[in-house]
């Protein structure tokens, strides 16, 4: 079965800096592969999506994915004290039950 | 623009009680939707999703069960809850199966 596993499960980072989350998952026929940003409380929002190998920027985010390599990653530029939340990729199944499988998370924190 | 409502809000239940959560969509027609559950600092996990009126499919075994009466409303239910059932529940709708998904609010549940 499909397994999605995030690190690092926490980072703290000063305002303005890059950050880099990472995710790996099992299944290399996965289709399709997201970030979801929650903060406590509250529901998850979807950041953005990708369906094949390579890059996909939008504004602060880029998503890099990697399927050869099991791998996909976000990263947010200039980093905000807004962007302070649970961040969690999600990834679909290719075998069984259709299903899409969320990670842990990494939790940000963004110091001013 | 579409809106997605859950009810109640929150619920504090019985061992042993009966259930019924529930999830309305407007502003969309034939919508895709998911029930998902969290634990307290748990992973989000997707219980059940349906693509039609009247047809559900099971994603993870809870004890739970849902049903979709009509094209907007989502409906998850047990006749006997466990103090496991405890957590947060999110309703979710997307246009097909590999778009991003759209949370509802929550409902948060407390099983004493």
């Known amino acids: 079965q499909q397994k999605v596993q995030q690190s690092p499960e926490s980072l703290i980072v000063p305002e303005g800096a890059m950050t880099s989350l990472n995710c790996t998952f099992s299944?290399?026929?996965?289709?399709?592969f997201a970030w979801y940003r929650q903060h406590s409380g509250k529901a998850p929002k979807a950041l953005m999506s990708?369906?094949?190998?390579g890059e996909k920027e939008e504004g602060r985010f880029t998503i890099h994915l990697n399927k050869a390599s099991l791998h996909f990653s976000l990263h947010i530029r200039d980093s905000q004290p807004s962007d302070s939340a649970l961040y969690l990729c999600?990834?679909?199944?290719?075998?069984?039950?259709?299903?899409?499988?969320f990670g842990s998370g990494t939790q940000l924190t963004v110091m001013p | 623009a579409q809106t997605i409502h859950q009810w109640p809000v929150a619920e504090i239940k019985a061992v042993g009680s009966p259930l019924s959560l529930g999830c309305t969509i407007k502003?969309?027609?034939?919508?895709?939707l998911y029930w998902y559950w969290q634990a307290t600092g748990g992973t989000l996990q997707q219980l059940f999703y349906?693509?039609?009126?009247?047809?559900v499919e099971s994603v993870v075994q809870l004890n739970l069960s849902a049903s979709r009466p009509k094209d907007d409303q989502f409906i998850l239910s047990t006749e006997k809850l466990l103090l496991s059932h405890s957590g947060f529940y999110l309703c979710?709708?997307?246009?097909?199966?590999?778009?991003?998904?759209?949370f509802g609010p929550g409902t948060r549940l407390t099983v004493l």
């Open positions: 979710a709708w997307s246009q097909g199966l590999h778009y991003e998904q759209y």
């Open positions: 299944d290399s026929a996965s289709q399709y």
């Open positions: 990708i369906f094949s190998n």
């Open positions: 999600a990834v679909t199944t290719s075998s069984g039950s259709w299903q899409l499988i």
């Open positions: 502003g969309k027609s034939s919508p895709n």
């Open positions: 349906s693509i039609t009126v009247g047809q």
